[in-house]
């Protein structure tokens, strides 16, 4: 089944509230008291809804395998969890998520019935959802769309404004004192109403809000922590790792020298640069575990990453850079088993060895130099990323014979022909 865009959108705000219902529910069984959960004001939480769409696009590609399903299921579920639990840990210095008190198994059983849930929503109640949507006018959807985005904006800029305000985190736990000290240091009635509001809700959502378990950044060293300048460095630099070990296997296993960059320029394996981001976020909280969590973690992380990945280019760019159709115990050709089982055991290297030492390096540069490198090597990448998307789009398109019909689509016919393409991804193929 193919998406629109304004589908995918849709989609993702309807399991956001969907998601967010389910949680207002198991907290009016469990405490008997409504609260509006989630990161915004709005019946909304993105998490569920980005987990719906993973699988909305992914699950289809699985069907007659039911085990892998789950299994896929369990993981984007686990992850996504996961990453959103860092996000807020790092915007409200608390953790808000619902979890399991208790003993480890009782998470894992969280996680697992969450899981189980997302899979039988999507098999079995999204086909219902879908089929009403599409009778819906294609226009009126991408208006409430629109609408519904743009109040999130607001919203989130609402959030934002308020933990500026309150920096040091205790308002979560002292809604009355922020409120005070808010409207004493905010000038204007409006800015402390809305801090007010914002922390109070909080304040009734999670009573029992955690503290950090994890280091804070700070202390005016550079990237101190587990934080984004850090792991924009981790991506960048497994990025090129990952391009130099791919083209060295290329040239013993093949014979010849093959381009695995995944941008235009720079060698850089994107595939690998993130999969570094997601193993250090997900797994770096394992790190005195006993390697066997770190292995079994990473393999089941690292396969259904990389089945995502080859979903997504499929998806979005109509192309292939891999397929593993012709080995043993493959999943759609998008994974298998032994890749995985090397996923596992360069989660283990990472985390046990070469992140906590590359952590170390990153830490020693010089604060203010480093913080205006990121950002110009920041700005570079995003363009990077942008003129390849571009000539990716304008390559599908040319062997479709679609002529090129703006500035930027000429600029890149003339500059990116279809050798120059197929040179820079020689293993690309079209859908």
């Given at each position: 089944?193919?998406?629109?865009?304004?589908?995918?959108?849709?989609c993702l705000l309807l399991y956001g509230f969907l998601g967010w219902l389910i949680e207002?529910?198991?907290?009016?069984?469990?405490?008997?008291?409504?609260?509006?959960?989630?990161?915004?004001?709005?019946?909304?939480?993105?998490?569920?809804?980005?987990?719906?769409?993973?699988?909305?696009?992914?699950?289809?590609?699985?069907?007659?395998?039911?085990?892998?399903?789950?299994?896929?299921?369990?993981?984007?579920?686990?992850?996504?969890?996961?990453?959103?639990?860092?996000?807020?840990?790092?915007?409200?210095?608390?953790?808000?998520?619902?979890?399991?008190?208790?003993?480890?198994?009782?998470?894992?059983?969280?996680?697992?019935?969450?899981?189980?849930?997302?899979?039988?929503?999507?098999?079995?109640?999204?086909?219902?959802?879908?089929?009403?949507?599409?009778?819906?006018?294609?226009?009126?959807?991408?208006?409430?769309?629109?609408?519904?985005?743009?109040?999130?904006?607001?919203?989130?800029?609402?959030?934002?404004?308020?933990?500026?305000?309150?920096?040091?985190?205790?308002?979560?736990?002292?809604?009355?004192?922020?409120?005070?000290?808010?409207?004493?240091?905010?000038?204007?009635?409006?800015?402390?109403?809305?801090?007010?509001?914002?922390?109070?809700?909080?304040?009734?959502?999670?009573?029992?809000?955690?503290?950090?378990?994890?280091?804070?950044?700070?202390?005016?060293?550079?990237?101190?922590?587990?934080?984004?300048?850090?792991?924009?460095?981790?991506?960048?630099?497994?990025?090129?790792?990952?391009?130099?070990?791919?083209?060295?296997?290329?040239?013993?296993?093949?014979?010849?020298?093959?381009?695995?960059?995944?941008?235009?320029?720079?060698?850089?394996?994107?595939?690998?640069?993130?999969?570094?981001?997601?193993?250090?976020?997900?797994?770096?909280?394992?790190?005195?575990?006993?390697?066997?969590?770190?292995?079994?973690?990473?393999?089941?992380?690292?396969?259904?990453?990389?089945?995502?990945?080859?979903?997504?280019?499929?998806?979005?760019?109509?192309?292939?850079?891999?397929?593993?159709?012709?080995?043993?115990?493959?999943?759609?050709?998008?994974?298998?088993?032994?890749?995985?089982?090397?996923?596992?055991l360069l989660a283990v290297v990472w985390i046990k060895n070469l992140y906590p030492v590359?952590?170390?390096?990153?830490?020693?540069?010089?604060?203010?130099?480093?913080?205006?490198?990121?950002?110009?090597?920041?700005?570079?990448?995003?363009?990077?990323?942008?003129?390849?998307?571009?000539?990716?789009?304008?390559?599908?398109?040319?062997?479709?014979?679609?002529?090129?019909?703006?500035?930027?689509?000429?600029?890149?016919?003339?500059?990116?022909?279809?050798?120059?393409?197929?040179?820079?991804?020689?293993?690309?193929?079209?859908?």
């Amino acid at each position: 089944m193919e998406y629109t865009y304004t589908e995918l959108i849709t989609c993702l705000l309807l399991y956001g509230f969907l998601g967010w219902l389910i949680e207002v529910v198991v907290v009016v069984v469990k405490d008997r008291v409504f609260s509006n959960r989630g990161f915004f004001d709005l019946p909304i939480c993105p998490k569920y809804g980005i987990m719906a769409v993973l699988l909305m696009v992914s699950l289809p590609t699985l069907a007659g395998h039911i085990i892998s399903q789950y299994i896929l299921a369990l993981v984007v579920v686990s992850v996504t969890d996961s990453l959103a639990d860092d996000l807020t840990r790092r915007t409200w210095r608390r953790k808000l998520t619902l979890q399991a008190r208790g003993a480890e198994w009782r998470r894992l059983l969280l996680f697992m019935a969450k899981a189980l849930t997302a899979m039988l929503v999507v098999l079995l109640l999204h086909p219902f959802l879908y089929t009403f949507l599409s009778l819906l006018p294609a226009r009126l959807l991408r208006i409430v769309d629109v609408v519904i985005l743009g109040i999130l904006a607001a919203d989130l800029a609402g959030v934002l404004y308020a933990v500026s305000k309150s920096r040091d985190g205790a308002a979560l736990a002292h809604a009355e004192e922020v409120q005070q000290s808010e409207q004493s240091a905010v000038q204007g009635k409006l800015g402390a109403a809305i801090c007010s509001a914002i922390w109070k809700r909080l304040a009734r959502a999670y009573p029992d809000a955690e503290e950090p378990h994890w280091q804070e950044e700070g202390g005016g060293a550079f990237a101190k922590g587990v934080c984004l300048d850090k792991l924009f460095w981790v991506f960048i630099l497994c990025a090129f790792l990952g391009d130099l070990i791919e083209t060295v296997f290329c040239r013993f296993s093949a014979g010849y020298w093959m381009s695995r960059s995944s941008v235009l320029y720079g060698a850089f394996s994107v595939v690998w640069g993130f999969g570094a981001v997601v193993l250090t976020m997900v797994l770096h909280p394992l790190a005195d575990r006993e390697d066997r969590y770190v292995f079994l973690g990473g393999a089941f992380i690292g396969g259904a990453y990389e089945y995502l990945c080859s979903v997504f280019t499929e998806y979005v760019f109509g192309t292939v850079f891999w397929d593993y159709s012709d080995m043993p115990f493959n999943i759609g050709g998008r994974t298998n088993l032994l890749f995985c089982i090397f996923w596992g055991l360069l989660a283990v290297v990472w985390i046990k060895n070469l992140y906590p030492v590359l952590s170390g390096w990153i830490e020693r540069l010089p604060a203010l130099y480093a913080k205006v490198v990121t950002w110009a090597v920041v700005v570079l990448m995003i363009a990077d990323a942008l003129l390849t998307g571009a000539v990716m789009v304008r390559y599908v398109e040319r062997t479709a014979d679609l002529p090129a019909d703006s500035v930027l689509e000429t600029f890149i016919d003339d500059n990116y022909s279809d050798e120059f393409v197929e040179e820079r991804w020689p293993n690309m193929k079209l859908t």
